[in-house]
């Protein structure tokens, strides 16, 4: 017997999820960012930086979506803050590689732990095919992110269909 009749909803289910899943992260992110003293932006480069280890200024600029000059602020004020090292690039002289200091790591981590441990007890639920399937689809996802990104960024518009 074919699923489909059970496909339209659950898929209208899924996007209202997802949509939801990102409205309340994003909400998360503030409130992080706010208990911590720092803006999303900051939030984001340094988390960012975590994942990356260092970078330089323009790779922070296109993953934050903010322009070069906002990056320059706010590397300036992270450094300020100790979170950040910003030093010329010994091969490019004109580049700064930014390095999250790594002593402030465990204060950035603080704040998630809490969820990091509930989240962690939620995935232990799941088989390695379920987890699987959600790597693959968070993948996917951030594929789709990125190319939305570079269109909009672009100045593309967005094509409709007749």
Do not use: K, W
């Amino acid at each position: 017997m074919s699923d489909e009749p059970a496909r339209t909803p659950a898929i209208a289910d899924l996007m209202r999820a997802g949509r939801e899943t990102s409205r309340l992260a994003m909400v998360f992110r503030y409130a992080i960012a706010d208990r911590l003293g720092l803006t999303v932006s900051d939030l984001e480069c340094l988390d960012f930086l975590a994942d990356a280890g260092s970078a330089t200024a323009g790779q922070v600029a296109e993953r934050t979506n903010l322009t070069t000059g906002a990056v320059t602020s706010m590397l300036r004020r992270l450094q300020q803050a100790g979170y950040v090292t910003a030093e010329r690039d010994p091969a490019d002289r004109r580049r700064v590689i930014v390095t999250l200091r790594p002593e402030r790591i465990a204060e950035l981590e603080r704040p998630y732990e809490r969820f990091a441990q509930r989240a962690g007890r939620l995935i232990e639920g799941y088989s390695a095919e379920e987890v699987a399937l959600l790597v693959r689809h968070y993948d996917r996802m951030q594929g789709m992110y990125l190319a939305e990104l570079d269109r909009l960024r672009s100045g593309r518009t967005v094509q409709r269909s007749a």
